[in-house]
């Protein structure tokens, strides 16, 4: 893994502990956190992770769960921030992404699913893949146990099932 900065540290930590927490309630974990640097230092505006089985819900993945705790906030917040996330962000996400401006995108890992990274580049936003152990095994562990579950998130049938 690169050497990061303290605020890319902080925020991959910050994601990665959602994730996890996700992973221990029983759902999928996959962990977001958005981070705006202000004059009192790095702030975290919104954290959350991946509620679709805890909740039942259709759309809440993890960069959406951040989102959400971050509540509504102006557009320059938006421009000033970086969004952290344990796993690739999908269609949906990157979407959201994309619509609030944020400029930054920092993934900690890419290897279990590749979502709209491209998408993100081709409209200006800055990608940053860290290819992070920790969040690599944790999601392979969840993909291994939990197949069904991981299919139904990226809305795919089970391969060979």
């Given amino acids: 893994m690169a050497i990061l900065s303290d605020m ?3 925020g991959v930590r910050v994601a990665y502990q959602q994730a996890k927490k996700s992973y221990d309630e029983g759902g999928i974990p996959i962990g977001s956190c958005i981070v705006h640097t202000t004059s009192r230092g790095v702030e975290v505006l919104g954290q ?6 805890q909740k039942s819900s259709a759309t809440l993945h993890g ?3 951040a989102l959400e705790d971050a509540g509504r906030l102006k557009a320059e917040v938006y421009r000033g921030a970086t969004i952290y996330t344990t796993l690739s962000p999908c269609i949906m996400c990157t979407g959201a ?13 890419n290897r279990n699913f590749v979502g709209g990274e491209e998408l ?3 409209n200006g936003v800055e990608v940053v893949v860290l290819d992070d152990d920790q969040c690599k095994e ?3 562990r969840f993909i291994k146990e939990r197949p069904n579950i991981w299919y139904e998130d990226i809305g795919e049938n089970v391969p060979n099932a």
Avoid: Q
């Avoid at 959350?48 to 089985?53: K, L």
């Avoid at 992404?97 to 890992?109: C, G, H, N, Q, S």
């Fill in 8 to 10: 890319d540290a902080f």
């Fill in 48 to 53: 959350g992770h991946n509620s679709r089985v």
């Fill in 63 to 65: 960069e959406i769960s």
């Fill in 97 to 109: 992404i994309l619509l609030y401006k944020i400029p930054r995108v920092v993934i900690a890992e």
């Fill in 120 to 122: 993100l580049r081709k």
């Fill in 138 to 140: 944790l999601m392979g």
